[in-house]
């Protein structure tokens, strides 16, 4: 099995169509949200001082984040995106700990298992690569 979260979005049909959509700045799904890096609570405040805005006078603190990474993140208010990152990245694998510890079964013994089964142990094995995926985003570049 792959570890490319690309390649195992596209395999798996759940999100389609995978190429026209932005990743999730925190983990590499699909983006089906903006996330405020800032907060929004922080932003109105900081607003109603004359604060954050760039100097043309826009908001730039939007990034594009799937549903369950902007919903972890919360209104925390972090020193960077990298730890705001990191802090996701905690809450993912504490969530997922359970899938990241399925056993990786051998061909051998998915084929004496049941049909029923078997579909589970292999929807477990997929949510628990795309969850290690999504754990190592963004990938370093070599």
Request: charged content about 25%; cysteine-free; glycine content about 4%.
């Given at each position: 099995m792959t570890d490319n979260i690309a390649v195992l979005i596209r395999e798996s049909d759940l999100w389609r169509p995978y190429e026209l959509l932005t990743p999730c700045t925190y983990c590499g799904l699909p983006a089906d949200t903006v996330d405020h890096v800032i907060p929004q609570s922080l932003r109105y405040m900081l607003q109603?001082?004359?604060?954050?805005?760039d100097h043309y006078g826009?908001?730039?603190d939007k990034v594009p984040a799937c549903k369950e990474c902007n919903s972890m993140a919360g209104s925390e208010v972090?020193?960077?995106?990298?730890?705001?990152r990191r802090y996701v990245?905690?809450?993912?694998?504490?969530?997922?700990?359970?899938?990241?510890?399925?056993?990786?079964?051998?061909?051998?013994?998915?084929?004496?298992?049941g049909p029923m089964m078997f579909g589970y142990v292999l929807a477990s094995q997929e949510?628990?690569?795309i969850t290690r995926a999504r754990l190592?985003?963004?990938a370093k570049r070599r």
């Open positions: 109603e001082h004359g604060g954050w805005r826009r908001i730039t972090f020193p960077s995106l990298t730890a705001k990245h905690a809450r993912i694998a504490k969530k997922y700990a359970s899938v990241l510890r399925t056993a990786n079964w051998t061909a051998a013994e998915l084929d004496e298992m949510l628990a690569a190592r985003w963004p």
